[in-house]
């Protein structure tokens, strides 16, 4: 027998972190785990535009996407994962990975976006020094 989810406990348990934004891209939740990831406390997100971890150079794309998306009402990233840079409070680099989901009201209108995002910063870099150390064995090799 399954019982009744508790919403705002899943959202504060769960690893990765959980950000929705509204139609215009402003936070409308931001999870303990995000704060982990980010570096803002939740009342310094809430209400922020998303511009609060997307890289100065990305987001005129990041934009053009996200009103896409809102007018169409389709995404091409509901099922696969998106990998791209954001950045914390502190200014520093991260690479994550996430993917996307639509909510819609009562009335199925477009409301907003869900993201689960996971910091895969050092698995970024292991796996940059793994390809460079490659390159430079097979130039050892090839020399």
Do not use: C
Not at 15 to 36: F, M, V, Y
Not at 53 to 77: E, F, N, V
């Amino acid at each position: 027998m399954q019982t009744a989810i508790d919403f705002e406990q899943l959202v504060g348990a769960v690893g990765d972190a959980i950000i929705i934004s509204d139609a215009q891209g402003r936070i409308t939740l931001w999870n303990p785990a995000a704060e982990r990831m980010f570096g803002f406390t939740q009342s310094e997100a809430m209400g922020q535009s998303l511009d609060l971890i997307i890289p100065a150079r990305l987001r005129g794309r990041h934009w053009d996407g996200y009103h896409k998306t809102m007018a169409s009402g389709q995404t091409r990233y509901g099922n696969d994962v998106l990998r791209v840079p954001a950045v914390d409070k502190a200014g520093r680099s991260l690479s994550i990975a996430f993917t996307v989901a639509l909510l819609h009201s009562p009335e199925h209108e477009l409301t907003g976006i869900v993201a689960v995002i996971r910091d895969e910063t050092s698995r970024f870099q292991e796996e940059r020094n793994l390809r460079k150390r490659l390159a430079e064995l097979e130039a050892r090799v090839g020399a």
